[in-house]
């Protein structure tokens, strides 16, 4: 009877094309579909680069918002060391409130697969190590913090297991904030009565000119990363050892996170080190090395960091960045000499 009868087993071609996966490999392919997807939005986001921030308006938000009611009050003058401070608290609040937070020490995707930001922000804290490193000499208030904050800064910024980075980096902020009350409290009294501390001195000359020549000797290295990544010395010549390809973005975008933060450190220099600044002369000089940080910050509009030769059909973006680098070198040289 029919009803009894043996089937006949498919063929090699019916099994081929009625694969025996059941229906749970459509919702799963769904799934890492929309996760990859997800994934590939994230890590665009994440990517952009933040904003810079003005120092006058970084000590207006570490001094707290003004009350309301009453007359307006002209702000505070700017005592010597406060633009620095709150410039650097304000780039680690950077690194840890941004789009997707702290990534360099990401282990799970899309941190994972994110190249470009974690070079970006391996610029941005070597620039805020050798800031807060340079306060401390600087500045003669808040020795204390300072010195922990330094410490912080000075740990495995790559760790994702304790202490993490993010650890690392919330406790540098808190201890220059400590150090910012500190100075902001020095001179201070209530009419009719004694100030608590006197107020500080300025910071001098050797302590900028130590801390110009940290700034000089990173971008000096930077720029020769990105001739090796052209395959060309800083000379000119042929590089000894050329960038790997797939390493490329990776210089640019940590000398991008480098002039990043020093275009904002320097403008508080200038606001902190104006009396050494224009006693020497150098006050031109250093709003050009403004001027040149700011213009290494213009869009890239291409998704891909290109490396093209000579005046051929696609730009070098590592060499536009190293005539900044090196333009900014040689102001530092200048006003090095003057001070």
Not at 10 to 29: A, D, F, H, M, N
Not at 155 to 173: I, V
Not at 196 to 225: H, I, K, M
Request: proline share 6%.
């Amino acid at each position: 009877m029919a009803l009894f009868r043996k089937k006949a087993p498919l063929s090699r071609t019916e099994v081929l094309e009625t694969p025996q996966y059941g229906w749970i490999w459509k919702p799963l392919v769904a799934l890492v579909a929309i996760y990859l997807l997800i994934c590939i939005v994230l890590g665009i986001w994440w990517s952009w680069t933040p904003s810079p921030v003005d120092p006058r308006q970084a000590v207006a938000m570490q001094r707290g918002a003004p009350q309301s009611g009453g007359e307006s009050q002209a702000p505070a003058a700017i005592k010597p060391g406060e633009a620095l401070l709150a410039t650097n608290i304000e780039l680690l609040d950077t690194l840890l409130d941004k789009p997707g937070g702290y990534l360099r020490n990401d282990v799970m995707p899309p941190g994972l697969w994110l190249d470009n930001m974690p070079s970006w922000e391996a610029g941005v804290t070597q620039q805020v190590q050798d800031s807060v490193a340079s306060l401390g000499s600087a500045l003669e208030v808040g020795q204390a913090p300072l010195k922990a904050a330094d410490e912080a800064l000075a740990g495995d910024l790559d760790s994702w297991r304790w202490p993490e980075s993010e650890t690392l980096l919330r406790a540098a902020r808190n201890n220059l904030g400590e150090a910012f009350s500190a100075l902001e409290n020095t001179g201070a009294g209530t009419p009719g009565q004694e100030a608590a501390a006197p107020a500080p001195s300025a910071p001098g000359a050797d302590a900028l000119s130590a801390w110009l020549a940290q700034v000089q000797s990173r971008l000096e290295t930077q720029t020769q990363a990105l001739a090796a990544a052209v395959g060309r010395s800083p000379g000119g010549g042929q590089a000894v050892e050329s960038t790997p390809w797939f390493r490329i973005d990776n210089v640019f975008f940590k000398t991008r996170g480098t002039t990043w933060a020093l275009l904002q450190l320097m403008q508080a220099a200038r606001i902190d080190y104006a009396e050494v600044i224009e006693k020497a002369g150098q006050g031109e000089a250093f709003d050009q090395l403004i001027a040149e940080l700011k213009a290494s910050q213009a869009q890239v509009w291409s998704p891909v960091i290109l490396n093209g030769s000579g005046f051929g059909f696609f730009a070098n973006h590592s060499l536009m960045m190293a005539n900044y680098t090196v333009r900014a070198t040689q102001l530092i040289g200048k006003i090095r000499s003057a001070l």
